[in-house]
């Protein structure tokens, strides 16, 4: 694949690029912090979404250093928004993709300790997201990385959440912080009254959630509908179009 091939090439030469989306306090619709999403701008195809070269990257292992510069940048990017006094009296948060391949990597706590000391923000500043598949798939040797981080104060989120079959006994032994519901369940909420089975199982897992001691992010909220019944139905935080489309850092401090 072409573009796999580009990829060393394309790191080397900055042609990544981080756009940020809001994450909203659904109780008083507040900015909570934002979510670091990739992308590639290629000098011939223009911008390339994470979907076109995050798998291969995964494939390749580039991954490691991609996602570490990721980490590194976007960690950079909080300190500058806390210093600068964005959000308010709370101070803003920053989510970051981790690949499957990321939980593997031997340095990825001695990584993240160095690059939030490097910034100087605190580690509960820092959400990593982890799809629920991967979290699923991870053995006790893949999970330990992720329960030090928690330790230390890092935010884990279950990323796509719904979407993985989890038992849902599992997650009592998962060393995270946040469920981020998948949009699945946000479509299913598009029309007032929405189908009531749906609005069961969302009640269902925001009970399970909170019972678990974790925080419900929702995804994918694209109307006030949308969001009026899932902040009903007790969900903590959410983003999705209808607040914010990812941007450029500078923009974070009037979206919301
Ligand atoms: O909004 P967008 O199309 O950028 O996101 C598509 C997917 O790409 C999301 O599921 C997101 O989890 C993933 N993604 C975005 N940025 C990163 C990143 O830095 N690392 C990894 N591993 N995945 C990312
Ligand atoms: O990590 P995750 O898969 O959740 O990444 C977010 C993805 O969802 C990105 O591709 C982002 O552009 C996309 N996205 C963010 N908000 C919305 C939304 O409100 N509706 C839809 N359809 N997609 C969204
Ligand atoms: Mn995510
Ligand atoms: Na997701």
Known sequence: HHLTHHLPAALRGAEFFIEYQPLVKMRDGSLEGAEALVRWSHPRHGVLGPDRFIPLAEHTGLIVPLGRWVLREAVRQACQWQVRGIGGARPLKVN????????????????????????????????LEVTETAMIRADENELRPLRQLADLGVGIAL?????????????????????????????????????PVDLKIVEGIVSLAHTLELSVTVEGVETSTQADQLRDLGCDSAQGWYYARPGPPERLPEAV
């Open 159 to 195: 990323d796509d959440f719904g979407t993985g079959y989890s038992n849902l006994a599992n997650l009592r032994r998962l060393p995270a912080s946040t469920l981020k519901l998948d949009r699945s369940f946000t479509q299913g909420l598009q029309r007032a009254p929405a189908d």
């Open 96 to 127: 970051v993709n981790l690949s499957p391949r990321q939980l593997h990597h031997p340095e990825l706590v001695e990584d993240t300790i160095a690059v939030l000391e490097e910034a100087g923000l605190p580690p509960s500043s820092l959400c």
